[in-house]
């Protein structure tokens, strides 16, 4: 089990890295594994990449990091078939009467500090 603590506070946010656990949202079905893996089902497409939850400045984000096409169609070992160019980062919002829903706002990390998209929110609900 892998736990991100975020600065040297005493109150500094503390964040699981990992989950494993599906949730509902407007994208489609996502499941998350504790192995870092998250596979992403929306409209009878399948995407498969790589995850992790992150905690900075007492703030939540997840990164996705999708799988290249070439590296789902040949099954290769080699780390260049990711993508890095398509990397997804999220603010994460947790809801504060089912803390294990969270919402989704696309962010970039630039020189000058963070940078939100202005694309509609995500928000991800826990299948039971």
């Known amino acids: 089990k892998y736990v991100i603590k975020s600065g040297n506070k005493k109150t500094a946010k503390v964040v699981q890295a990992f989950l494993n656990a599906s949730y ?16 992403l ?18 703030n939540e984000y997840l ?15 080699a780390p260049k078939d990711w993508q890095a160019a398509s990397r997804e980062t999220y603010q994460v919002v947790r ?3 089912k803390p294990d829903d969270f919402s989704l706002q ?17 928000v991800f609900t826990k299948e039971k």
Do not use: C, M, W
């Not at 399948?46 to 007492?58: R, S, V």
């Not at 962010?107 to 998209?117: M, N, P, R, Y």
């Open 63 to 77: 990164e996705l990091l999708p799988e290249s096409e070439a590296f789902q169609d040949t099954k290769q070992n």
């Open 24 to 39: 509902l949202s407007s994208i489609g079905s996502v499941q998350f594994f504790d192995t870092g893996i998250y596979i």
């Open 95 to 97: 809801s504060e009467s």
């Open 106 to 122: 696309r962010i970039k990390f630039t020189i000058s500090g963070l940078q939100e998209f202005h694309e509609s929110v995500l």
């Open 41 to 58: 089902t929306s409209a009878g497409r399948t995407k498969k990449g790589k995850y992790i939850f992150f905690a900075l400045d007492d």
